[in-house]
Structure formats: C-alpha cells, structure tokens
C-alpha cells in the first residue's frame, strides 16, 4: 500500500489508538517518525519508543500513556503541513498550541524540534504538527 502523507498517517495511527484505548500502535520506521517519536515521548505524550524488524521492515512500536488508565494524554494531534499545502513559519512567527498548553513539531534546519526549541535557537521551518 503506498501511503502519500506517512507523518499523517502515523498521527492519525495514534489519536484512533488513543481513542480506542489501545496499550500500543505500531507504525513503519523512518528518519522523522523517529524523530516526532522521540519528541512526543520527551515531552510525555507517549510512554516508551520501541524500534523492531519484522523481516525487511523497520518498524515503531509507541505505547501509549494514560492518565489513572482511563483518560488518554493525547487529547489531540492535528497534521498542518501537508504535501499539497506546505506550511513554514519564520522564527517570530511559530504559533503556540492552546495558550502553550501543547506542542508545535517543526522541521528546521537543525532538525525536528519543538517549536519552543525552535524559537530558542531562533530557527523557523516548516510546521509540520500541532499535539495537545
């Protein structure tokens, strides 16, 4: 099956399994969904970040995390730049997600950061998902 957004489809991955109430997703692997893992269990979003092989195919194992085991701690996750519509912010202009309540995932030149990274460093770039 070819996949035309996989970042997409990895977010959309997470917020069905969250809603369902599932422990775990798994997701093909690559260089940034590796790297919007990483930030999402930095920023305690998700529990723990597993890489495997099964045969030819890397794959991303995410655990979920919830709260008193009820309540997912992914509210939400929204794609906003997409391949039909890029979107890019300069280093004045990274939004904030719910009044700082969530994060901005941008891909800079120094690599995927948070947009509080980002704004640190004094990187823009594109904007590539909102996660509260």
Known sequence: MNISDPIADMLTRVRNAS????????VPASRTKREIARILKAEGFIAEVAE???????????????VDGKVPVV???????????RVYA????????????????????????????????????EVLAYVW
Request: proline share 3%; hydrophobic share 35%; charged share 25%.
């Open 52 to 66: 495997e092989q099964d045969g030819t195919a890397h794959l991303l194992r995410l655990t979920l995390r919830y």
């Open 75 to 85: 509210s939400g996750l929204k794609r906003i730049s997409k391949p039909g519509l």
């Open 90 to 125: 300069r280093k004045t202009d990274i939004p904030r997600v719910l009044g700082g309540l969530g994060i901005v995932i941008v891909s800079t030149s120094q690599g995927i950061m948070t947009g509080a990274e980002a704004r640190k460093a004094q990187l823009g770039g």
């Open 19 to 26: 809603r369902a109430r599932h422990t775990e997703v798994v």
